[in-house]
C-alpha cells in the first residue's frame, strides 16, 4: 500500500531537521536486530484467538535501536530506547508490536506532530536553539511536558533491561465483544536505570556491543503483558497514560536469541494485526503505516 502524501511529508519533514541518512530508518535509525521465540501463555483465550497468544510458539525477529533519526547521534543523546517485535505467525503473515521505553507520546495528533517539526529545524546539529526551544515551549504545551519528563528520565542500562511500552491501545476482539489493552513488555533481567547525566560518558555503539555479548552468554527473556482498559480509558490519545492499578494479563514470554540481519532490514508496520487483534482508532497509530512503509521503501531502495 502506498503511503499517501502528508504521510511522506511527514518522513520527508524528518529529514530536513535531522538530515537525510541514506539507508537507515528515518526514525530509530541506529540500532541492532535479533531472531528469537515467542512462547505464547495461552492465558488471554478468552478474549482473542490470535495465534500467537495461544499455547504455541512461534519464531521472531526482534530490533532494539535509539530512538534518534540521526544514526550518528551518541547512544546517550537518544534517552528513548525501542523494541520492536515481528511475531511470524505463518508463512505469509506476520503481526508487530513496536514498542519504547516511555509509556506515553509527545504528541496526539500527526498535525500536531509535523507543526512541532516544523519549529525544530536546529535540532538537526542535535542542540535545539534557545528561540526555537522557547516557540516551541509556548506553543506545544505538550512539549513543556515532555521536557519536564524527560528531565526526570532515567534510561535503561542495557536494551536487555529496559521495560518497553506499545503506547498505543489495540483490541482483543472475539465473538462479537471487544477489550481494549496496551502491551507492556518487562525484562526478566530486571529493571536496571541510569539518570541521564549519568550515560553521557557512554561510548559510541555501547548498547549495541553490551547486548551482542550478553546474549553469547545465555538468551535475553521478556514477559509480554496485556494491560486491560477500562470504561472512559483514552483508546485514541498515546499522550495519556491509563491508570497503574489496571489488570493484567500474561501473554507470554519472548526469548532473545542471536544478532540477524534480516531483523536489522525488516519493516515492523505498527498497524499490522491479525485475527483476533485490531488496532485502536487513534490517529498516530493510524499515521504511522504510511510513514514507515514510505521509510522502509526509500532505505531498501538505497541499499540496492
Ligand atoms: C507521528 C508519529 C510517528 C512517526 C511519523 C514515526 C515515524 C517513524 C519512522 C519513519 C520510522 C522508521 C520506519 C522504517 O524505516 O522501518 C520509525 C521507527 C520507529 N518508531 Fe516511529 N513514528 C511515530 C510515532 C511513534 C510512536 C508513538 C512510537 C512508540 C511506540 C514509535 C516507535 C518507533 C520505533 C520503536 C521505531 C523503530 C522500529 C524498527 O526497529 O524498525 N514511533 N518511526
Redesign the pocket.
Known amino acids: 500500500m502506498e503511503a499517501n502524501q502528508q504521510e511522506q511529508q ?2 520527508n519533514q ?1 529529514e530536513e531537521v535531522f538530515g537525510e541518512h541514506k539507508g537507515y ?4 535509525a541506529r ?1 541492532a536486530g535479533y531472531r528469537g521465540l515467542f512462547e505464547g501463555s495461552g492465558e488471554a483465550s478468552e478474549l482473542t484467538d490470535a495465534a500467537h497468544f495461544q499455547n504455541s510458539k512461534v519464531p521472531v525477529f526482534v ?1 532494539f ?1 535509539h530512538f534518534s533519526p540521526d544514526p550518528t547521534w551518541a547512544d546517550a543523546m537518544s534517552p528513548v530506547k ?1 523494541m ?1 517485535v515481528q511475531f511470524k505467525i505463518g508463512p505469509e503473515e506476520v503481526t508487530n508490536i ?3 521505553t516511555s509509556p506515553v ?1 509527545f504528541t496526539r495528533s ?1 498535525e500536531r ?1 509535523m507543526e512541532m517539526l516544523e519549529v525544530s529545524r536546529s535540532f538537526q546539529k542535535g542542540r535545539p536553539e534557545l528561540g526555537e526551544l522557547a516557540e516551541l515551549l509556548t506553543d506545544f504545551p505538550e512539549v513543556r511536558a515532555m521536557f519536564s519528563s524527560v528531565k526526570k528520565m532515567t534510561v535503561p542500562e542495557s536494551f536487555a533491561t529496559g521495560i518497553y511500552h ?2 498505543h491501545a489495540f483490541y482483543f476482539e472475539k465473538e462479537g465483544k471487544r477489550q481494549a489493552v496496551k502491551y507492556v513488555f518487562e525484562p526478566d533481567a530486571g529493571e536496571d536505570k541510569r539518570s541521564l547525566k549519568d550515560m553521557k560518558d557512554l561510548p559510541f555503539g555501547y548498547y549495541e556491543r553490551e547486548l551482542a555479548e550478553r546474549t553469547t552468554r545465555s538468551p535475553v527473556f521478556f514477559k509480554l503483558y496485556a494491560i486491560i482498559g477500562e470504561a472512559g480509558d483514552p483508546t485514541d490519545d ?1 499522550t495519556r497514560d491509563w491508570p497503574k492499578d489496571r489488570e493484567r494479563i500474561f501473554l507470554g514470554r519472548l526469548m532473545i536469541e542471536a544478532p540477524d540481519e534480516q531483523a536489522e532490514q525488516a ?2 508496520d505498527p498497524t499490522a494485526m491479525t485475527a483476533g487483534i485490531s488496532c485502536s482508532e487513534d490517529p ?1 497509530l493510524q ?2 503505516r504510511g ?2 512503509r514510505h ?2 521503501e526509500k ?1 531498501t531502495a538505497e541499499n540496492e
Do not use: Q, T
Open positions: 511527514a518522513v524528518i530508518r528515518r526514525a530509530h540500532g530490533r535501536s525501542g520492536a513496536v514498542s519504547v507520546f500527526p506532530f506499545s503506547i498515546p519493516l515492523y498516530i499515521f504511522r510513514a514507515y521509510s522502509y532505505r
